[in-house]
């Protein structure tokens, strides 16, 4: 079954760090790039971060540069996002998603979502 | 960064009636257009990527239309299974963004 099943959500407390892990299930994992997306409660979807297929790119957004880190673990299909001195706006659903390709070139929208895991940020 | 406006913002709906949802972009995207749904308790699921082609699996009642700045989500005679939030998303230029969603909800 093709899926991704994100996990590592959780309470903490402003100025502190939490490690979101996303496994991939079904497919060639180390043939996509990887993204991470979150969405604040009520509020629309936040594309914050990328990592392509062999780990050695990344972006992050200006909202979270120098705070999270992506990475990835091909052998173990895995995708992470390290959060930092996280902040009560960093509080939100994080999913993680896959960016297609035609075995040339990215195509950048995001055709598999995982379920996301809740990440709250609070005193 | 391109503003994905979303129209109307909720719109009501009886099972086996027509939906028409907008999305207008503040800069041209020729047809780097996405639209995704997104039901309760679930993430998004791609339904049309390239403005009008459907995703694996996507339904025929689901199409999509436009160029440029002005897109539509059609939903051609709506299922239960089938309210839910739409969400386009621009893949023209970086970053990335999305529109902030039209709810359809059952009248």
């Known amino acids: 079954q093709v899926q991704l099943e994100e996990s590592g959500g959780g309470l903490v407390k402003p100025g502190g760090s939490l490690r979101l892990s996303c496994e991939a299930s079904g497919f060639s994992f180390s043939d996509y790039y990887m993204s991470w997306i979150r969405q604040a409660p009520g509020k629309g979807l936040e594309f914050i971060s990328y990592i392509n297929d062999g780990g050695n790119v990344k972006w992050h957004a200006d909202s979270v540069r120098g705070r999270f880190t992506i990475s990835r673990d091909n052998a173990k299909k895995s995708l992470f996002l390290q959060m930092d001195n996280l902040s009560a706006e960093d509080t939100a659903i994080y999913y993680c998603a896959r960016v297609p390709n035609d075995g040339n070139y990215v195509i950048w929208h995001f055709d598999l979502w995982g379920r996301g895991t809740l990440a709250r940020v609070s005193a | 960064e391109i503003l994905m406006t979303q129209s109307p913002a909720t719109l009501s709906v009886s099972p086996g009636e027509r939906a028409t949802l907008s999305c207008r972009a503040s800069?041209?995207?020729?047809?780097?257009l996405a639209w995704h749904q997104q039901k309760p308790g679930h993430g998004p699921r791609l339904l049309i990527y390239g403005a009008s082609t459907r995703a694996t699996g996507i339904p025929t009642r689901f199409s999509g239309t436009g160029s440029g700045t002005e897109f539509t989500l059609t939903i051609s005679s709506l299922l239960s299974e089938d309210f839910a939030v739409y969400y386009c998303?621009?893949?023209?230029?970086?970053?990335?963004?999305f529109g902030g969603g039209t709810t359809v909800e059952i009248k």
């Open positions: 800069q041209s995207l020729n047809t780097s």
């Open positions: 998303q621009q893949y023209n230029k970086w970053p990335l963004t």
